[in-house]
């Protein structure tokens, strides 16, 4: 009782919820969940560790672009990169779902 009595009083009290802010500021915005998405990979694209389709276990939350990332794909080639979820394309900043089945490829022009 006399602890509790402690805790709920004023100071202490402010200074746990103090604690608290503080260590969640530092630790910022974290996930715990993982995905998994699968790629396929077509054309001229290069292909990561040499295979055209692959698993890949990203954070939750992550983007296509988080995707190219994880792929080690440069930062010049992601540009001319394009992606596909479910038939229809998407930008880098479209955030995938568990159980996505991403398509990449090399934009093609010419006439």
Do not use: C
């Not at 009782?1 to 260590?23: D, F, N, Q, T, Y």
């Not at 930062?75 to 479910?86: Q, T």
Request: glycine share 12%.
């Amino acid at each position: 009782m006399l602890i509790e009595a402690i805790i709920a009083s004023g100071p202490v009290l402010g200074k746990v919820r103090h604690a608290a802010r503080r260590l969640r500021r530092r630790a910022g915005p974290f996930k715990l969940a993982a995905m998994k998405v699968s790629v396929s990979i077509l054309g001229a694209l290069i292909k990561p560790r040499g295979l055209s389709e692959l698993e890949q276990e990203l954070p939750s939350g992550a983007s296509v672009g988080d995707l190219l990332l994880a792929l080690e794909y440069q930062p010049a080639h992601r540009r001319h990169i394009v992606a596909s979820i479910g038939g229809e394309l998407r930008h880098h900043d479209s955030e995938l779902q568990d159980g996505d089945v991403v398509v990449l490829s090399v934009t093609v022009g010419g006439g």
